[in-house]
């Protein structure tokens, strides 16, 4: 069965950091983008970030390179978030999703449940 | 303020016809970019409902189906369910910003 699972979130201070992780299974992770999404309470779903197969590519919202490093450990079928200089606007639920290129569009075709994230003193 | 739009809310009786738009600019769906569509049930993670602007993945009944026109995009779920209750996002690349972009997403209320 393909299985993506989230882990690392909690609670932290701003200006914190915290790092996820997603551990995939049911598939060989190797030959996939990958991808975080993240969602704010009762908001909607914002793309984060994503790596390539080999991590020779990141790409990531404007607003958060810098603070946010997407990186991954074919070796361990994992994806990782660093998440630096947390901010209370960074509060949510953060997915990770497994990528599909189709030509030059790109879709997100299996999804873990999430790990939430609450930066709060 | 996402650069796609959809409506806030649509709702439908069970076994009506309802759609959900999504539109976008010249920048995005209108360049030719690919839309692609989420089914968030209440409490889960999103789910893949049609990729490509009209595919839909295996598993997906084929009371889901998806066009695309112009700069809209558009999701259409036929002889609606009550299970059909959820929150739908489409999904594109935007040019201009350079990022994979979501809609702000439609709850479907089945009436």
């Known amino acids: 069965e393909v299985q993506l699972v989230e882990s690392g979130g909690g609670l932290v201070q701003p200006g914190g950091s915290l790092r996820l992780s997603c551990g995939a299974s049911?598939?060989?992770?190797?030959?996939?983008?990958m991808t975080w999404v993240r969602q704010a309470p009762g908001k909607g779903l914002e793309w984060v970030a994503s790596?390539?197969?080999?991590?020779?590519?990141?790409d990531y919202l404007d607003s958060l390179r810098g603070r946010f490093t997407i990186s991954r450990d074919n070796a361990k079928n994992s994806v990782y978030l660093q998440m630096s200089s947390l901010r209370a606007d960074d509060t949510g639920l953060y997915y990770c999703?497994?990528?599909?290129?189709?030509?030059?569009?790109?879709?997100?075709?299996?999804w873990g449940k999430g790990t939430t994230v609450t930066v709060s003193s | 303020q996402s650069v796609l739009t959809q409506p806030p809310s649509v709702s439908g009786a069970p076994g009506q016809r309802v759609t959900i738009s999504c539109t976008g600019s010249?920048?995005?769906?209108?360049?030719?970019?690919?839309v692609h569509w989420y089914q968030q049930l209440p409490g889960t993670a999103p789910k893949l409902l049609i990729y490509?602007?009209?595919n839909r993945p295996s598993g997906v009944p084929d009371r889901f189906s998806g066009s695309k026109s112009g700069t809209s995009a558009s999701l259409a779920i036929t002889g609606l369910q009550a299970e059909d209750e959820a929150d739908y996002y489409c999904?594109?690349?935007?040019?201009?910003?350079?990022?994979?972009?979501f809609g702000g997403g439609t709850k479907l209320t089945v009436l």
């Open positions: 010249s920048s995005n769906i209108g360049t030719g970019f690919d």
């Open positions: 999703a497994r990528g599909r290129w189709q030509q030059f569009n790109y879709y997100m075709d299996v």
């Open positions: 049911g598939f060989t992770f190797s030959t996939y983008w």
């Open positions: 490509g602007n009209i």
């Open positions: 790596i390539k197969e080999d991590a020779s590519e990141e």
């Open positions: 999904q594109s690349y935007d040019s201009s910003l350079n990022i994979w972009v």
